[in-house]
């Protein structure tokens, strides 16, 4: 996802800058962070995504969460914007005319497939925050509590940008800066989704259990996205594909073997684990 703050300046204000109030965090968060235009004039809010193989299956654009556009196979516009934005279906780049001081906020824009999946130990990404006006302090918090520099997360001398290379499955979670100069401060926040896993499989179920019982045996794994699991007893597929295996009624013939298998569709990456049943 990348964002804009829009700061649209009458005449008197173009003398004297106004502050403009927008704050933003983001991956790839792009020049020229906020972007200032003239009443009646135009901006074009660029993105620097190389035009993908394939077309974007979807391209939309928010102004201050409401839409503007959706283009899919048909283009759902905002009746306000209607006539005054052009599209760039290949870039996702936005441009927009005849502005005025209403046109002022946030935009976003969501590109499906999106530019940037990360994957644990191979990827790596750049938090970048960005505000506009009398700025003297930066300060990253992460889950609620100050982030902290580490082997693979650096801040910039500015503080406005944290790389983090490689991600890895522990940074996941709500990034948060806090801008602050004297008289006020704003926070900005994004969700991080780094994809790991599956690691630390694990089967919980009894070891044993007697003639005629229900034996449940459960699989789990740490995963983003979640895993899907596959269920193998004595080397056979079972064609069971769920977190539980259930045996309704405990016989002989369930003693052996029970291997749950778990993949992430997103790393490509299996891991199983056997639990043995006895009678
Ligand atoms: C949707 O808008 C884009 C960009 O303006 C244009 O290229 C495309 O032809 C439009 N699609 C439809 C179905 O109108
Ligand atoms: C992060 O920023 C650094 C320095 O500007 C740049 O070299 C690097 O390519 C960026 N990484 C990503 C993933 O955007
Ligand atoms: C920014 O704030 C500092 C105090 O933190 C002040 O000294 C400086 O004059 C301000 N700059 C502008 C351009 O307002
Ligand atoms: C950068 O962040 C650190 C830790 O949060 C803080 O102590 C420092 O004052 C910040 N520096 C700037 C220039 O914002
Ligand atoms: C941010 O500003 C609010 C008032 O708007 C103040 O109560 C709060 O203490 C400030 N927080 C920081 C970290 O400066
Ligand atoms: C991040 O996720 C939390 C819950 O998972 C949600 O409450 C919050 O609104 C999200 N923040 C953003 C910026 O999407
Ligand atoms: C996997 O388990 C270990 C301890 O056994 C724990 O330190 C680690 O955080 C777990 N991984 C995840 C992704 O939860
Ligand atoms: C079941 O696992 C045990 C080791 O845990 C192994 O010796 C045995 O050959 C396995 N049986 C089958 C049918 O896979
Ligand atoms: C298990 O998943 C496969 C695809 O991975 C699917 O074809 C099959 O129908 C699923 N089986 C069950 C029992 O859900
Ligand atoms: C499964 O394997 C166990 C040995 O690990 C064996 O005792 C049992 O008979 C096997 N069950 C079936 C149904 O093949
Ligand atoms: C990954 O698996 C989930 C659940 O089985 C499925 O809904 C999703 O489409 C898959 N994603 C990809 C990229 O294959």
């Known amino acids: 996802m990348y964002c804009y703050i829009l700061c649209v300046h009458d005449y008197i204000s173009f003398l004297l800058p106004l502050s403009c109030p927008g704050l933003c965090v983001g991956q790839n968060v792009l020049p020229p962070g906020p972007l200032t235009g003239a009443i009646g004039g135009r901006v074009k809010f660029t993105t620097t995504l190389s035009p993908p193989a394939k077309p974007f299956i979807s391209v939309s654009w928010t102004f201050n969460r409401v839409n503007i556009i959706t283009s899919t196979t048909v283009n759902i516009t905002n009746a306000d914007h209607k006539d005054r934005i052009s599209l760039d279906r290949t870039t996702g780049s936005l441009e927009l005319w005849n502005l005025g001081l209403r046109d002022q906020g946030e935009y976003r824009v969501i590109t499906s497939p999106s530019p940037a999946t990360l994957i644990a130990g191979i990827s790596s990404t750049n938090l970048t925050c960005e505000a506009a006006g009398n700025i003297s302090c930066i300060q990253w918090i992460k889950d609620g509590l100050p982030l902290c520099p580490s082997n693979n997360i650096i801040f910039s001398a500015d503080n406005r940008t944290v790389y983090l290379s490689p991600v890895q499955d522990i940074d996941n979670g709500e990034y948060e800066c806090l801008v602050s100069n004297p008289v006020s401060n704003r926070t900005a ?41 596959t269920w193998m007893f004595n080397r056979t597929e079972t064609g069971v594909n769920n977190t539980l295996y259930v045996i309704e009624r405990m016989e002989a013939l369930h003693i052996g073997n029970y291997t749950c298998t778990a993949t992430n569709n997103i790393t490509g990456l299996k891991d199983s684990v056997v639990h043995k049943l006895r009678g």
Request: aromatic share 10%.
């Open 189 to 229: 926040s994004h969700n991080l989704t780094v994809n790991f896993g599956p690691q630390n499989i694990s089967v919980y179920g009894p070891i044993a259990a007697p003639t005629g019982y229900r034996v449940t045996l459960s699989c789990s794994a740490d995963s983003i996205p979640p895993a899907t699991f």
